[in-house]
């Protein structure tokens, strides 16, 4: 075997490891979404935020995010879940709602 086939496995196995390990991760998300504890939604939504998967998140389409964005929103004033609210707004064909908050976002100082 050359050092190239050698690299080119060895780096086609930890992509394999990686797919695995994000699909166990989006498992245990999934079920840990279906509990009815919105506290428990709070903190996969924070930890999911916290590790920048972002679209991971607004792909979920639990009805506790909108509750959670909204409520970060008014608390943090962040750019980044403004963002989140319209995106998460356009994917639940809510398109009023997320043309209210990327006006915000046009009209915002900075």
């Not at 930890?14 to 709070?42: T, W």
């Not at 403004?82 to 043309?99: F, G, I, Q, S, T």
Request: hydrophobic share 45%.
């Amino acid at each position: 075997m050359s050092c190239a086939e050698f690299y080119f496995l060895q780096n086609v196995r930890e992509a394999v490891m990686e797919i695995q390990v994000y699909l166990q991760v989006n498992q245990l998300v999934r079920s840990a979404l279906q509990s009815p504890d919105e506290l428990l939604h709070m903190a996969v939504f924070n930890w999911l935020l916290s590790k920048k998967l972002t679209a991971d998140l607004i792909a979920f389409q639990q009805p506790s995010l909108e509750t959670y964005l909204l409520r970060t929103s008014e608390l943090t004033q962040s750019s980044e879940i403004y963002d989140l609210l319209w995106k998460y707004y356009e994917r639940n064909m809510n398109h009023a709602a997320a043309a209210k908050i990327l006006y915000k976002l046009a009209i915002r100082p900075g």
